[in-house]
């Protein structure tokens, strides 16, 4: 059993900044300008998203959140720590610093290379790892907490994925063999390379970011990893693909059938109200 997870809160939440909505109540508006966006308030208890995050945290079994985030985190800190009905739940904060000749943070693999540097104990152990404004389910994290090997991701299925095609084309699609082990992920993929897959497992796989990591195995790919030529960030799917390329270790899918709700303009805010009211 897994105990420990990594919520990656460190984002600079320019796209829900500069998105509009003429749905979305006053001061929500003025939350998803200001506010990073797991902090801000949805559904109609008003509850920032992080809260029925931790929640489903909670119900499946974790003992320790590790949050990464930017370096002005006070309010972020207070938050969290103010949230009712979560006591069982241990809180720890690392911090993603930016480095002098960078306006914004480095990017996923640095947030979690940086958790590690900062929390030694996850270099020697198993840990899950997810985003801040993404709604995973109790059933999504406890497939990730009681899986047989030694990393996973949750392969999600796009036909239980109620997003418009626009935001599907942006997530990175999962390539598997027979057994379901990780073969590789494809970022920014082709129509041509989803209709592929599509005949190869009779559906298609995308990663929203919900992993298992050994420390052991990939701390190593998270300290090398390279920025990224086109989106100047070290990114996840990059530590992963070298990790892969190595095989010095393996990655296997936990396929689910089911839809993830993701906050990332404040048209999202909306949706995801209603699939809590619902």
């Known amino acids: 059993m897994i105990n420990d997870i990594i919520i990656m809160a460190a984002g600079a939440s320019s796209r829900m900044k500069s998105s509009v909505s003429n749905g979305v109540e006053k001061h929500i508006e003025a939350q998803a300008n200001t506010l990073t966006k797991g902090l801000i308030e949805v559904g109609k208890e008003g509850k920032p998203l992080l809260y029925y995050l931790l929640k489903n945290i909670k119900e499946s079994g974790y003992k320790t959140v590790y949050f990464v985030t930017g370096e ?3 309010l972020f800190k207070k938050t969290i720590r103010a949230f ?8 720890k904060f690392a911090t993603q610093f930016i480095p002098k000749t960078r306006e914004k943070p480095l990017g996923t693999a640095d947030a979690i290379w940086q958790t590690l540097h900062q929390f030694p104990e996850l270099k020697a152990t198993n840990f ?6 993404n709604l995973y ?3 999504a994290f406890l497939k990730l907490r ?5 990393q996973g991701l949750i392969a999600f299925d796009l036909n239980y994925l109620k997003f418009p095609k626009d935001k599907i084309t942006g997530f990175a699609l999962l390539v598997f063999n027979a057994d379901f082990k990780l073969v590789s992920i494809l970022e920014k993929p082709t129509l041509s390379q989803f209709e592929t897959l599509e005949k190869i497992h009779g559906t298609v796989y995308v990663s929203m970011n919900c992993f298992t990591f050994n420390g052991v195995s990939f701390y190593p790919f998270l300290e090398n990893c390279p920025i990224h030529p086109d989106r100047n960030e070290k990114e996840l799917p990059t530590a992963i693909s070298n990790m892969l390329e190595s095989s010095t270790s393996e990655m ?3 396929p689910l059938q ?3 709700p993701d906050l990332t303009t404040k048209e999202d805010l909306l949706i995801i109200g209603d699939f809590l009211n619902y």
């Not at 009712?84 to 809180?91: D, G, K, T, W």
């Not at 899950?128 to 404004?133: E, M």
């Not at 009681?146 to 030694?150: C, G, M, P, Q």
């Open 137 to 139: 389910s109790v059933n």
């Open 72 to 74: 002005e985190a006070s």
């Open 146 to 150: 009681t899986f047989d090997k030694t």
């Open 128 to 133: 899950t790892v997810c985003n801040s404004d």
């Open 258 to 260: 089911e839809h993830v």
């Open 84 to 91: 009712q009905n979560l006591e069982r739940l241990e809180f």
């Open 252 to 254: 296997f899918g936990v």
